[in-house]
């Protein structure tokens, strides 16, 4: 294939907003876009207007598609071990079939992100294999190579055959999770099919599993536009938004802020040991919350004065959050590598996050930000220490490393040389 003609990519997402993976595969789909390529993003769901095309779109096929989600949910009910987990884990047997979609069948490329929740199940991907075009798939966490879970914590049974699986209510080495396993192994073995993984950590997952045992496995973070994202007056911004220009401020962002998995108990934790460390600071500081709080209770008796701004819908609102805040504080238990601490370090706000996943990749302890040890409060307070009399110097550096391992040229660059490898 001539090097020198736009590809057809199709670049598949369960959503084109909601969720960091949808908002990842978005900024793919504008920098591919940019370095003058046909892109087109298909999606179950989709809010707003933009590039993306919704398979859903009229009435009775997005009943159908509340149907998939559903009945997902509904077969999974009855193995779950509670509530807490439902969403979890995802068994992959609802989808549709879109491999005779003309998107797909005239791409070059197909590049599948997530696609849970009723959009694709094993057996749609596999028809998708199945057309012998060049297939990548972005991984933003582990359900692709483990026998249903999203995140398996410290469980490795993904390396082996899983089963006995702890997200399930009679776990037996045969149990759902065993069978998912070896839907997959069987279901995912194709000679097309090539991994990218958006962090080293989750690369390196991704390697030692038995699923993806012989597939081609690279790891490209995500990408970021820097004109977008970047430095400001942070009075100014704090202006903007409201807040007091007097104050420092503290972020935190979250989805759901309760979501036991983001960690605010910790948070909360070393805010109440840096208080009573720094009494005087800490009048002048509040902690600036982004974020459904669904549990109000969860915000009661904190250290510091709270001021939220809720769910942020838009680009220009979240900008300002982050360029308002000293530093933007990240406790989360599980994650892989977070669009916040990204967006946080583009604007020139240092970063605190705990080490698991790939946040020790993003954040250069001591140099950028601070990396604390895993459910350690005492070290995320010992982080806030560090950073309130440098941020500025922090910051500066953090902007400097988002431009040089972020930027979205530069990674859509990577992807077009990954791309034509497989052509």
């Known amino acids: 294939m001539n090097p020198d003609r736009p590809l057809k990519i199709v670049l598949l997402s369960y959503h084109n907003h909601n969720g ?50 559903v009945a997902e949910r509904l077969y999974f009910a009855r193995f779950e071990r509670d509530k807490s987990i439902r969403f979890l884990f995802n068994p992959g047997i609802f989808g549709q079939d879109i491999s005779q979609h003309p998107a797909l069948q005239e791409a070059d490329i197909i590049h599948l992100h997530w696609v849970n929740f009723g959009f694709l199940s094993i057996d749609s991907i596999e ?17 692709t190579f483990t026998g249903g879970c999203h995140h398996s914590g410290d469980c490795l049974g993904f390396e082996k055959d899983c089963g ?67 430095p400001s007056d942070q009075n100014l911004a704090k202006i903007q938004l409201g807040l007091n220009p007097e104050k ?63 769910k942020i819908q838009d680009a220009f609102t979240m900008i300002l959050a982050y360029q308002s805040a000293a530093m933007f504080i990240t406790p989360s238990l599980e994650e892989n590598l977070p669009n916040t601490i990204m967006e946080a370090m583009a604007c020139g706000t240092p970063c605190i996050g705990f080490q698991v996943g790939g ?17 350690q409060a005492e070290d995320l307070c010992q982080g806030i220490d560090y950073i309130f009399p440098r941020s500025e110097a922090l910051g500066l550096e953090a902007r400097k490393k988002v431009e040089t391992h972020y930027e979205a040229s530069i990674i859509a660059q ?10």
């Not at 908002?23 to 993003?41: D, M, S």
């Not at 209770?297 to 904190?302: E, F, K, N, T, V």
């Not at 946040?359 to 459910?375: C, F, R, S, T, W």
């Not at 990577?414 to 052509?423: G, N, P, S, W």
């Open 20 to 69: 960091g993976a949808a908002i990842a595969c978005g900024r793919l789909h504008e920098a591919l876009e940019k370095a003058g390529h046909n892109v087109t993003t298909l999606v179950q769901e989709k809010t707003g207007q933009d590039q993306t095309i919704s398979l859903a779109s009229s009435r009775w096929k997005k009943w159908m598609a509340f149907v998939r989600f």
């Open 127 to 143: 028809k998708i294999l199945q057309l012998n075009k060049p297939v990548f798939w972005t991984l933003h966490d582990m359900w």
């Open 164 to 230: 006995s699986c702890k997200f399930l209510a009679h776990p037996t080495p045969m149990d759902l999770s065993h069978q998912l396993w070896a839907k997959k192994v069987k279901q995912f073995q194709y000679p097309n099919l090539h991994i990218i993984t958006c962090s080293n950590w989750l690369g390196n997952r991704a390697k030692a599993s038995s699923i993806l045992d012989g597939i081609e496995i690279k790891t490209i973070a995500n990408p970021i536009n820097l004109q977008v994202f970047k």
């Open 248 to 310: 420092s401020y503290l972020l935190f962002v979250a989805m759901r802020v309760s979501a036991p998995e983001k960690g605010f108990s910790y948070l909360r934790t070393a805010l109440q040991q840096w208080a009573e460390k720094h009494p005087d600071l800490a009048q002048q500081t509040e902690l600036l919350v982004v974020g459904e709080i669904s549990d109000p209770d969860i915000m009661q008796s904190l250290a510091l004065p709270i001021h939220t701004l809720g």
């Open 359 to 375: 946040i020790p990749e993003m954040i250069d302890h001591q140099i950028n930000g601070y990396v604390a040890q895993k459910l």
């Open 414 to 423: 990577t992807h077009l040389e990954y791309y034509q490898t497989c052509l």
